[in-house]
């Protein structure tokens, strides 16, 4: 069993930064795919950022390329998701998942392990 728990959520101005975390504990999860996908409310979860337990395979989606960076160590069972450029369109509920096996990681269906969620909120 694996427990996930973001932080780093908040509030941020458009043109803004944020730094979330998600700390690993439980059982081990160096092995595993990280990601991160967000919801916004009425929408479906939408896949933000993944990385090998390597950090050889980094994805992002189309809609943060370039601004998001996701990142992990290993040594503390933690990944990290710098969010710089921030668009009132990032608003959402973030929620951090591990997984291993087959599968995409762009798929949330595919991911074993789940956090509660951390709400990012960019003004305008």
């Known amino acids: 069993q694996v427990q996930l728990v973001e932080s780093g959520g908040g509030l941020a101005q458009a043109g803004g930064s944020l730094r979330l975390s998600c700390a690993a504990s439980?059982?081990?999860?160096?092995?595993?795919?990280m990601g991160w996908f967000r919801q916004a409310p009425g929408k479906e979860r939408e896949f933000v950022a993944a990385?090998?337990?390597?950090?050889?395979?980094?994805d992002y989606g189309d809609s943060v390329k370039g601004r998001f960076t996701i990142s992990r160590d290993n040594a503390k069972n933690t990944v990290y998701l710098q969010m710089n450029s921030l668009k009132s369109e990032d608003t959402a509920v973030y929620y951090c998942?591990?997984?291993?096996?087959?599968?995409?990681?762009?798929?949330?269906?595919?991911?074993?392990?789940w956090g509660q969620g951390t709400q990012v909120t960019v003004s305008s």
């Open positions: 990385i090998s337990w390597s950090g050889g395979t980094i």
């Open positions: 439980g059982r081990t999860v160096s092995n595993y795919f």
């Open positions: 998942a591990t997984k291993g096996g087959s599968g995409s990681y762009r798929i949330s269906a595919t991911y074993w392990y």
